[in-house]
């Protein structure tokens, strides 16, 4: 009676189209729905009521994405810079520290480094329910940490996550323990999964993260403070080094720069530009502002000054990174960072660099050489600013501060390139000879201890044996670059700022001296008398190495006139270039005249510091002998 009865009531529920529910499974739940979410539209805010934060949270571009910062400051400054009884640390162990180094976070402001991710709150979980978060990509490289009960602690795989967490919503913290190094074998991406278990079911959600870009500096950011190195000594050339820094200081002011000279003041290394490449990163932070970190990028060189970047610059906001290779055993001269520059943010042929690109220089000559491959490597992986290699075969030195830079400008494209004119040069030459100047002295320079002046005159200038030819060659070689940056970068000769230069033979194919008595790299102590012996003998080696390695005789230049190119922009409006020196005609400096004439037509306002025995007769210039730390608040993903 009951069965029938029964059959009859669900033929009559079939009837009106009801669907039944299987014995036992009336009540049952749908899995709880998983939701994880990031700051994808980087406002520095995780959207966990709207759909801001949705769209894009499983991909990543340049301008949409979250972002996590590589947390290699020292935010509480426990890193040791020296061992026991200021015994000097390993190289290993100062590059060892930094606030991603430990399983802690250290404080506020190391808190306020990590990238928030929040789950959004899950209601009406069954009780028993429990969570468990898995980084399912990049787990080596990143760190991530959980917000309980006020107190960050790290995520283990032993990690649950109670009802009560899940039910209010979950903050985990984000860092990456290292900058991309070579994209191949790590992108910057991190995935986190949660995943949330319960007696309806088990369901789980993921987002993606990326590092922060490093990135170089442009000239379109103002420069902030100047680093320059104050050598030790009583001798009259570390005397004449310091009374540079002071006049630098003075420089600085002038052009309202308000922080104070950074100084470098324990290696006695004077080529700032060379041994660091200032960079940064930067992320919208949990507050909604900006938040930056400043890296300093070491040289890959066997070179002691960057030991410095460690034990003084490291700290709160302020990381290093160097190379890890075999290149920190070398000295190869195009692993200097003044053969590192930066053009400003442009868009053309379909591609756009809103950070800017950068360049460096190679050796076209046939001997193959390149800069570190590792640093070239880590470059290209941020994504963002491509490195572009040119020819500097043809300098001594090699690098391209020696020929180009880039200055802020007030047109459409923002920014024009500044570049030598050997041409220029020589015709200011010519001109002072035809007007029956050639018996002028071809420099200005006074002696200085036991150095002498020059005393060529303009005529021996121009008919000496190589200063026309290899003035010729230096402007076919930078003809030649100027057209790759202008077929990269869409610049045409209305954005060219030339300005006039003069190059000289450092080595020689065929055996000639080179005329400086300075070499870049300093020997011995870095005194004139030290480096002398040590520069002439290193020449000598190079030149051999040169011709042994490249098909044929081998001429390499450095700057005969002060290069005004390789100067600093210190404001917008406002460029300090080397002291020129040249020919004094009616009481004025040709060179200095013309090279001033040329940025004032450029919009530039421009002043002079002494450089000649300091820099110049080192084969560089005041731009190689100092560096600049510059506003890196922008975002690089919408400049």
């Not at 430990?102 to 959004?120: E, F, H, I, T």
């Not at 053969?339 to 400003?344: A, D, F, H, M, S």
Request: overall charge neutral; hydrophobic content about 35%; proline content about 6%.
């Amino acid at each position: 009676m009951r069965t029938r009865n029964a059959a009859q009531a669900v033929l009559a529920l079939a009837a009106t189209g009801a669907v039944l529910t299987p014995p036992g499974t009336a009540f049952a739940q749908e899995p709880p729905r998983v939701d994880l979410r990031a700051d994808v539209n980087r406002d520095g805010r995780v959207d966990v009521t709207g759909a801001t934060d949705t769209a894009g949270e499983n991909t990543w571009t340049v301008g949409r994405g979250a972002v996590f910062l590589p947390n290699i400051d020292d935010d509480s400054k426990r890193c040791p810079t020296a061992g026991p009884g200021g015994r000097p640390l390993s190289d290993s162990k100062l590059v060892a520290c930094n606030d991603a180094s430990d399983k802690k976070v250290n404080g506020r402001a190391d808190a306020a480094d990590l990238a928030r991710v929040r789950s959004v709150p899950l209601r009406h979980l069954p009780s028993g329910a429990r969570g468990s978060v898995t980084v399912t990509t990049g787990a080596a490289q990143s760190r991530v940490f959980l917000l309980r009960n006020g107190a960050w602690e790290l995520l283990t795989s032993q990690t649950r996550l109670t009802r009560a967490e899940l039910r209010a919503g979950v903050e985990f913290g984000v860092e990456g323990r290292d900058v991309i190094r070579d994209s191949a074998k790590w992108d910057g991406r991190v995935v986190i999964r949660l995943k949330v278990t319960s007696s309806s079911g088990t369901t789980s959600d993921s987002v993606t993260l990326r590092a922060a870009p490093l990135l170089t500096h442009h000239a379109l950011q103002n420069t902030q403070q100047l680093l320059v190195t104050k050598v030790s000594g009583n001798d009259p050339w570390a005397k004449r080094q310091r009374a540079f820094v002071k006049q630098l200081d003075k420089e600085s002011k002038a052009a309202g720069i308000t922080k104070p000279l950074l100084t470098f003041d324990k290696y006695d290394d004077i080529w700032a530009q060379d041994f660091v490449e200032p960079a940064y990163l930067n992320m919208t932070g949990p507050d909604g502002k900006q938040r930056t970190m400043r890296v300093m990028l070491r040289s890959a060189q066997d070179r002691e000054a960057g030991r410095e970047l460690y034990e003084k610059l490291r700290g709160p906001n302020i990381g290093v990174v160097q190379a890890k290779g075999r290149d920190m055993q070398g000295w190869e001269t195009l692993n200097s960072y003044g053969n590192l520059e930066t053009v400003p943010p442009h868009v053309h042929n379909g591609r756009s660099f809103p950070a800017g690109r950068i360049i460096m220089g190679e050796r076209k000559d046939g001997s193959g050489v390149r800069p570190s491959k590792e640093i070239r490597t880590l470059l290209k992986s941020q994504g963002l600013q491509d490195p572009l290699l040119l020819d500097t075969s043809w300098l001594h030195v090699g690098h391209v501060d020696e020929f180009v830079q880039f200055l802020p400008a007030d047109t459409p494209r923002g920014w024009r390139i500044g570049i030598a004119d050997p041409e220029a040069g020589l015709q200011l030459l010519r001109d002072a000879q035809r007007d029956g100047h050639g018996a002028k002295k071809m420099f200005s320079v006074p002696g200085f201890d036991e150095l002498l002046p020059p005393e060529e005159t303009i005529d021996e200038a121009l008919g000496s044996r190589h200063l026309v030819t290899d003035n010729e060659m230096a402007a076919r070689k930078i003809a030649a670059n100027l057209e790759i940056l202008k077929r990269e970068t869409g610049v045409t000769d209305e954005d060219i700022v030339r300005v006039p230069a003069l190059y000289t033979r450092g080595i020689v194919g065929d055996g000639a001296e080179p005329r400086v008595p300075l070499l870049r790299r300093l020997g011995g102590d870095g005194t004139p008398e030290a480096a002398r012996k040590y520069g002439q003998q290193q020449l000598r080696e190079d030149a051999d190495g040169a011709r042994a390695a490249a098909p044929a005789p081998t001429i390499s230049t450095s700057a005969y006139v002060p290069g005004a190119v390789n100067g600093i922009q210190l404001a917008r409006d406002r460029y300090l270039a080397p002291r020129q020196w040249g020919p004094l005609i009616g009481g004025k400096d040709i060179f200095t005249e013309a090279v001033t004439a040329a940025y004032n037509r450029a919009g530039i306002q421009v002043t002079y510091v002494d450089d000649w025995y300091t820099y110049h007769l080192g084969m560089g210039e005041i731009h190689c002998g100092t560096n600049t730390l510059r506003d890196a608040s922008g975002r690089w993903w919408n400049p």
